[in-house]
C-alpha cells in the first residue's frame, strides 16, 4: 500500500498539504473525497488505526455538518452510526486525510504531525 492523500481539491488546507507533501519528496496517492467517499470499513480502519475519538474524523467546519445540525445530533449516535454517516458523504469527513504506509492516519494538517508519520 502506497501513502493515500485524501483531499477536496478547492480546499486551501488541503492545498497547502499537497504543496507541503510535494516539497518533502513524498509520494502519495491523491483522492478526492468527494467524488469517491471513504467506505464504512475503509473509515472504521483509518479510525482504529488512528487512536483519536471518531468524533475527530468529522469535517466541524463544512456546510454539510452545521446543516445536519452535527454539534447535537452526535452526542446521542453510537459510532456505528456516525461512521455510517461519514461514509454517506464524503464532505462530512475532515481532510485533508492522510494514510501512510505504515498505517498512521491524519486527519487535517499539521506541518509537524504528518512529519513524524512520515519519517521527514
Given amino acids: 500500500m502506497s501513502t493515500q492523500f485524501i483531499e477536496y481539491p478547492k480546499c486551501s488546507t488541503c492545498r497547502k498539504a499537497r504543496t507541503w507533501l510535494q516539497e518533502q519528496g513524498v509520494e502519495f496517492v491523491d483522492r478526492h473525497i468527494a467524488e469517491q467517499s471513504p467506505t464504512q470499513e475503509e473509515l472504521r480502519t483509518w479510525?482504529?488505526?488512528?487512536?483519536?475519538?471518531?468524533?475527530?474524523?468529522?469535517?466541524?467546519?463544512?456546510?454539510?455538518?452545521?446543516?445536519?445540525?452535527?454539534?447535537?445530533r452526535?452526542?446521542?449516535?453510537?459510532?456505528?452510526?456516525?461512521?455510517?454517516?461519514?461514509?454517506?458523504?464524503?464532505?462530512?469527513?475532515?481532510?485533508?486525510?492522510?494514510?501512510?504506509?505504515?498505517?498512521?492516519?491524519?486527519?487535517?494538517?499539521?506541518?509537524?504531525?504528518w512529519s513524524a508519520a512520515l519519517g521527514k
Avoid at 101 to 110: L, M, R, W
Fill in 47 to 72: 479510525w482504529q488505526a488512528s487512536g483519536l475519538p471518531l468524533k475527530k474524523f468529522f469535517n466541524t467546519c463544512g456546510m454539510k455538518y452545521r446543516e445536519m445540525n452535527l454539534a447535537a
Fill in 74 to 113: 452526535l452526542k446521542e449516535m453510537s459510532e456505528e452510526e456516525m461512521l455510517a454517516l461519514l461514509a454517506t458523504e464524503g464532505m462530512l469527513v475532515k481532510r485533508p486525510l492522510l494514510v501512510t504506509e505504515s498505517g498512521v492516519v491524519i486527519p487535517g494538517f499539521k506541518a509537524d504531525t
